[in-house]
């Protein structure tokens, strides 16, 4: 294995200047990646083991420490939605074209059709249908019958109530 990477003194110096900061939650264990091994001189797995981080993970943060400086400390948001396309006021404003078809029958298709046209792409089609939630469109169509109802069953059991 090779030999970790020195951390430059000016990196030390920043990492002490954010250590009078508060901080909380993974922003500290980030923190604790390095702060460990440069006051604590613990290696990579046994700071792992104190996280109960891979070592791995806590090599990355050594890294990108390194590369970037305390700015790898800050929260950040994970499995967050993708940049949208479009604002949701920009999106309210598209739907409000397809509201008059909505009140007999919308096709999904169509809005999806005139959505790749407006961005110039392609676009799944469950992208559309998380933009309609969003706007608190739903599928409301009544069931005429049950598929699997028979006439009989359905007679017999009207006749048990009476």
């Known amino acids: 294995m090779p030999a970790a990477t020195q951390i430059p003194e000016s990196r030390r110096a920043e990492m002490e200047e954010f250590s009078a900061t508060r901080c909380s939650g993974s922003e500290l264990r980030r923190f604790l ?40 400390f800050a929260d950040r948001k994970r499995g967050r939605r993708t940049p949208p396309r479009m604002t949701f006021q920009e999106e309210e404003a598209f739907l409000d074209g397809f509201r008059a078809a909505a009140a007999s029958v919308l096709v999904v298709g169509d809005i ?51």
């Open 33 to 72: 990646c390095v702060w460990l091994r440069v006051e604590g001189g613990m290696s990579a797995v046994e700071i792992a083991r104190a996280l109960k981080w891979s070592a791995n993970g806590v090599r990355i943060v050594q890294r990108h420490f390194i590369e970037r400086g305390v700015a790898v």
């Open 112 to 162: 999806k059709a005139a959505w790749e046209g407006r961005l110039g792409r392609t676009v799944h089609k469950t992208t559309v249908y998380r933009m309609l939630g969003r706007h608190g469109w739903r599928k409301v169509v009544p069931r005429p019958r049950h598929p699997k109802k028979g006439e009989e069953a359905g007679e017999a059991f009207k006749r048990g109530l009476r």
